[in-house]
């Protein structure tokens, strides 16, 4: 109500100003001719002319009325240079920030949640230079007064920075108009009073903050690098410590462009994906499904069967997939790709210099221009007291110490909620540990929607898992050759016996013992970076878990490519990180994948949002395969079909998630999906349908009772 109020005023002052046709005292021509009058009525008032040239002033900037041009020319005329300045300087502030105040409360809103993710990247911009953006507009003359504070309205930046630049930025103008006012005869028009010369030397006055930044800039880089001796000549364009997913990305990168690149790893090619991460475990977690089908084989009209199975056998497949998948990131492989790969333990000497500690036992020290980060996360052991004299597993260990039995563990305890630790208890529970899950939080799966952690923490339930979420892991003891967890749920202690146990609280990147604490790389958690990967040494990039903010392989990849792009082309163009749409799944039975926002961020982050949902339980196939658990969840603008995020439950989500991922960072929407014939009958029908529900929801009513009666009136 407030803003129709506020709105009303404004257009009825405005549509006052032309209907009265006001403008035309704002002449030049009119100014001029009444001059003498003018001169002789100020005179007799000067406070109050004074006082009511201010007022006008005002009001013909806050309403973005035309004139405000010639009342400065005025002001040179009738209040002289000195005082001429001081009131338009301040009029003009006070009516531009009136104006950007009136923009900001009656349009920002609307314009900011229609255009949400567009306006991101600007917003982001504003609130970083909002400063420099607006001094730079307020003095190079292309884009009209009126019309930056309306802008500037729209965007996050805050009013008192609007009114010191705007004052301050206004003010070289606001000289030249006066000046030219005081001089009133010889002004012939508003245009002659800018000359070419006059009109370059302000563009090069808005220019002046940008340079100064970036000569800032460059005396900072050089204050960081101050104390090195960079080298004349590198024998590398590139070298990438850590031969994971971030690291075989960027080297290989590098070496399709011909650049000479040096990829350094301590340990096992691949990584951590390959040899601890997603490669054994979801080995493992397609034995323990096959275990599931065979004991659940009734369902399908066969005979349940209790698998009989060596344990070791099972962990034996897990390194042949591994050793089968090997070939991918190995030595061979990516030497015949042009990169050199050398096997040791990399150390950064100075921004420039990496000493190579060779697993042959000498040592290597080569310099390169950049230097690529890749040394990647392991896993968190929180300091639970016993922990280490009762003896644990991570996703490190455990694939080396499960291969040396015969049977799963008997009981096992999988300390953490999270994805690892739901795959992982959920495949040894169906290969017959009997597993309990230990979660401090409320729930497990924590980052997803509660419900989706409902269905996660029943499915795992279904499968034999004891998940203890709000249990909290205390200590740690052994009484001869048993082990306890003791564990602290509604304020009591609960004791858990146990023969292994899984520590998977999450993963820390890899920060100390090769040199970043040395050179002084900042990091906090993960390496600093900034939106183009680079650390405090812009020639020194980080990617991967190491930089973070995703533990993926996929999100490792695609850091990979900015880092080595920018690292060898960024003195031409550097690239910024796109973190748009970043996908990921957890393969427990059922799987969970997701795109973009769910409920909760949506919540958390104050975005209005739709749901749509379909159930699987409604699918063809999903039901044909006996996998009808589930759902298809998406988050749309409110009214439009523009997807915001993807949440999908059920057999094979992961795979279904890739044509929400597209359609996202391609601008498509659901109107899209339902138009996209899909194969029947497949689990992708369930997208489409999805799409098909939000279309049922949005359909047009008004339409369907006007076409209804046309069709009643064609039955005649
Ligand atoms: C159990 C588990 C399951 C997972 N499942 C999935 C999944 O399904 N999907 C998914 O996307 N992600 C999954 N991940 C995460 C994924 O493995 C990581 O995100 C990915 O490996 C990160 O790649 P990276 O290149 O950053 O680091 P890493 O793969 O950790 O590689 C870093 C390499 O750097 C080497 N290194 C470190 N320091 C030095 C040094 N000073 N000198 C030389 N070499 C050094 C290390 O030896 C290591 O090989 C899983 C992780 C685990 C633990």
Redesign the pocket.
């Known amino acids: 109500m407030k803003k129709i109020i506020i709105i009303a005023v404004i257009f009825a002052a405005i549509a006052a100003f032309f209907a009265f046709d006001l403008g035309s005292f704002l002449s030049l021509e009119n100014i001029k001719a009444s001059q003498a009058d003018i001169a002789q009525w100020q005179a007799d008032n000067t406070f109050i002319a004074a006082l009511s040239f201010f007022a006008v002033y005002i009001a013909v900037t806050a309403l973005s009325l035309p004139g405000a041009a010639v009342m400065t020319i005025a002001a040179g005329a009738f209040l002289g240079l000195f005082w001429g300045v001081i009131i338009v300087s301040f009029a003009s502030t006070i009516g531009a920030t009136l104006a950007f105040l009136m923009s900001r409360f009656v349009l920002r809103d609307s314009i900011q949640n229609k255009f949400a993710e567009r306006l991101k990247l600007i917003n982001q911009g504003i609130e970083r230079d909002g400063a420099f953006y607006l001094f730079t507009l307020r003095l190079v003359p292309v884009f009209p007064f009126f019309l930056i504070n309306i802008l500037m309205g729209l965007t996050p930046i805050r009013t008192i920075t609007f009114f010191l630049v705007s004052q301050v930025g206004m003010l070289a103008g606001t000289l030249v108009f006066v000046n030219a006012g005081t001089q009133l005869a010889q002004v012939d028009s508003l245009s002659g009073i800018l000359s070419p010369s006059l009109l370059l030397s302000f563009a090069l006055l808005g220019l002046f903050p940008w340079i100064a930044k970036k000569i800032i800039a460059i005396l900072k880089q050089r204050k960081v690098y101050a104390k090195w001796n960079k080298p004349k000549q590198f024998d590398r364009n590139l070298i990438v410590?850590?031969?994971?997913?971030?690291?075989?990305v960027s080297s290989y990168i590098a070496a399709v462009v011909k650049a000479k690149v040096t990829l350094?790893?301590?340990?096992?090619m691949?990584?951590?994906?390959l040899n601890?991460?997603?490669v054994?475990?979801?080995a493992l977690i397609k034995s323990a499904k096959v275990a599931k089908q065979m004991s659940t084989a009734s369902h399908y009209g066969l005979q349940s069967v209790t698998p009989t199975f060596s344990f070791r056998n099972v962990m034996d497949r897990v390194h042949k997939i591994i050793a089968a998948i090997e070939p991918h990131d190995s030595v061979e492989r990516y030497t015949e790709l042009g990169v050199e790969v050398l096997q040791?333990?990399?150390?950064l000497v100075d921004p420039w210099t990496v000493e190579i500690s060779l697993n042959d036992g000498t040592t290597k020290r080569l310099t390169a221009r950049s230097i690529i980060i890749?040394?990647?996360?392991k896993?968190f052991v929180p300091p639970i007291p016993g922990l280490e004299e009762v003896g644990y597993l991570t996703?490190d260990t455990l694939w080396h110490e499960f291969a040396k039995l015969d049977d799963a563990p008997k009981r096992l305890v999988v300390l953490g909620g999270g994805?690892?630790g739901c795959?992982?208890a959920q495949s040894f529970a169906r290969l017959g540990s009997k597993v309990s899950q230990i979660e401090m939080a409320p729930r497990i799966m924590l980052r997803e929607d509660p419900e989706v952690s409902d269905l996660t923490k029943a499915s795992l339930e279904a499968d034999g898992v004891r998940v203890l979420t709000e249990h909290k892991a205390i200590r740690l003891e052994k009484h001869g050759d048993s082990k306890i967890l003791v564990v602290e749920f509604e304020g009591k202690e609960k004791h858990i016996e146990f023969d292994q146990l899984i520590c998977a609280v999450g993963?820390v990147a890899?920060l100390s013992?090769?040199g970043l604490e040395d050179i002084g790389v900042s990091t906090k958690n993960t390496v600093i970076t900034d939106g183009y990967l680079q650390t405090l040494y812009p020639n020194i990039f980080a990617?991967?878990?190491?930089a973070g903010p995703f533990?993926?392989?996929?999100?490792?990849a695609h850091q990979a490519w900015y880092a080595a792009v920018n690292a060898l082309f960024g003195q031409f163009k550097k690239f910024k990180v796109d973190y748009s749409v970043i996908p990921?799944?957890t393969?427990t039975d059922p799987e969970v994948a997701r795109v973009g926002l769910n409920e909760q961020d949506a919540q958390q982050q104050g975005i209005a949002y739709e749901v749509t949902r379909y159930g699987l339980d409604d699918l063809d196939r999903a039901i044909a395969d006996g996998t009808d658990q589930g759902f298809v969840k998406v988050l749309t603008k409110p009214g439009k079909d523009t997807i915001l995020g993807v949440t999908i439950v059920g057999a094979q989500a992961g795979d279904l998630l890739p044509e929400f991922v597209l359609a996202m960072k391609h601008g498509l929407g659901l109107n899209k999906i339902l138009g996209t014939i899909h194969t029947y009958p497949t689990m992708s029908e369930a997208n489409k349908y999805a799409a098909g529900e939000w279309k049922r929801a949005h359909a047009p009513q008004k339409i369907l009772v006007w076409l209804e009666k046309y069709h009643n009136w064609r039955r005649g």
């Open positions: 410590i850590g031969g994971g997913a971030a690291g075989l350094i790893e301590a340990h096992k691949g990584g951590d994906c601890y991460g997603c054994p475990s979801k040791g333990y990399a150390k890749a040394a990647g996360a896993p996703s994805p690892i795959e992982l993963r890899r013992g090769y990617a991967g878990d190491v533990q993926f392989t996929h999100t490792a990921w799944a393969f």
